[in-house]
């Protein structure tokens, strides 16, 4: 490694993960990059998690210790803080970094020097194992789909340090989770977010339940989900219902209804957003419809008893202006819609407080 300051500084948070830690940190180590420091925060481990860490003799490993167990928030911001790399390469530790990623990410970085923040497509492994996450490429579909959804994995992400320094980006130690895709909300209207379409790291995941009531949905189990979503809507001008901010929850954590309260609600609402959104431009409109369609067509496609069904209902959206187009602009969206899917929202929220 260079005497200078490294191009990039790997930062871990530990909290209590000696069973996987070691495989993560290998997995660091082993890099075909190598010019990076590996700054490991430990919050307040009672585990082997510390032991485990100092057993390596790498001078590429910092350890630092908070004096109390602080958060992943705060011991990511300290983290950031204490680095000298150009880039910072997010991990969480009980995750498997594939060997080329860190100088798959650090080339694409160079080269593209208008992207702030990359990820890149992961496999998970753990308790549902073998899943293939396909992330948005598009920087500006991941920009319109940041406003329901985190869009990126976290733990594959590399960011530029310059553009968290320059518009004074830090994660939001207020909230316990989905700090990084309140992140990504505020960057992306700075400058470009994107993923790399390879797998690069292997994501540790297990089960959560699904088809979640409005009053479960609604607690104070989930209340980051809409701190977040408040902050969006006040870019756009808008102060929902309570009933529409449901619904929003809804639409980005994929806990569709099928009753047609819910489909004329939906559709109600991403027609209100792409009104907004003209006004208030914070999102590309015509990407922004795309986008709004995509959800759309997830609502009908739930909803509907089949394919045909699906597509009709689709295409005779009541308020999201769909009907108006020409033949043309509705095949492309219905074709771009085809292939939107959501990975993240819900999974990525509740994976790790």
């Given at each position: 490694m260079s005497s200078q300051n490294p191009r990039a500084s790997a930062i871990m948070p530990v909290y209590n993960r000696e069973e996987y830690l070691k495989e993560t940190i290998d997995s660091v180590l082993n890099q075909t990059f190598t010019d990076f420091e590996f700054i490991i925060i430990d919050d307040g481990s009672s585990d082997r998690s510390v032991e485990i860490i100092k057993s390596y003799k790498d001078p590429r490993i910092k350890l630092?210790?908070?004096?109390?167990?602080?958060?992943t928030s705060y011991s990511r911001n300290r983290?950031?803080?204490?680095?000298?790399?150009?880039?910072?390469?997010?991990?969480d530790s009980d995750d498997?970094?594939?060997?080329?990623?860190?100088?798959?990410?650090?080339a694409y970085m160079d080269s593209h020097p208008e992207v702030g923040i990359c990820g890149s497509w992961v496999k998970t492994i753990g308790e549902v194992a073998g899943e293939l996450w396909r992330c948005a490429v598009n920087p500006e579909i991941v920009h319109c789909r940041t406003l329901f959804e985190a869009v990126l994995c976290h733990p594959s992400t590399i960011i530029r340090r310059k553009y968290l320094d320059e518009y004074s980006l830090r994660y939001s130690v207020e909230l316990k989770r989905a700090q990084d895709w309140d992140l990504y909300c505020r960057g992306a209207r700075h400058f470009q977010i994107t993923n790399i379409p390879e797998v690069l790291v292997?994501?540790?995941?297990?089960?959560?339940?699904?088809?979640?009531?409005?009053?479960?949905?609604m607690s104070q189990k989930y209340y980051y989900?809409?701190?977040?979503d408040k902050r969006n809507f006040q870019a756009l001008n808008l102060q929902?219902?309570?009933?529409?901010?449901?619904?929003?929850?809804?639409?980005?954590n994929s806990e569709l209804k099928k009753d047609q309260d819910f489909v004329l609600e939906s559709?109600?609402?991403?027609?209100?957003?792409?009104?907004?959104?003209?006004?208030?431009?914070?999102?590309?409109?015509?990407?922004?419809?795309?986008v709004l369609a995509g959800y759309w067509w997830e609502v009908c496609s739930y909803a509907s008893d089949s394919p045909l069904q699906a597509v009709s209902q689709f295409f005779n959206s009541p308020y999201l202006d769909i009907k108006s187009q020409s033949a043309t602009s509705k095949a492309k969206l219905l074709g771009k819609s085809l292939v939107k899917k959501s990975y993240f929202s819900l999974k990525n929220a509740l994976k790790r407080s």
């Open positions: 630092f210790l908070n004096d109390k167990n602080s958060g983290g950031i803080d204490l680095s000298s790399g150009d880039y910072i390469i997010t991990i498997i970094n594939l060997p080329q990623r860190f100088a798959t990410q650090i292997y994501y540790r995941w297990r089960k959560y339940g699904k088809n979640l009531s409005d009053e479960e949905l989900f809409y701190e977040i929902p219902t309570e009933q529409e901010m449901l619904v929003h929850r809804r639409l980005g559709n109600l609402w991403l027609d209100k957003l792409f009104g907004a959104n003209q006004i208030a431009k914070v999102y590309p409109q015509s990407t922004f419809l795309q």
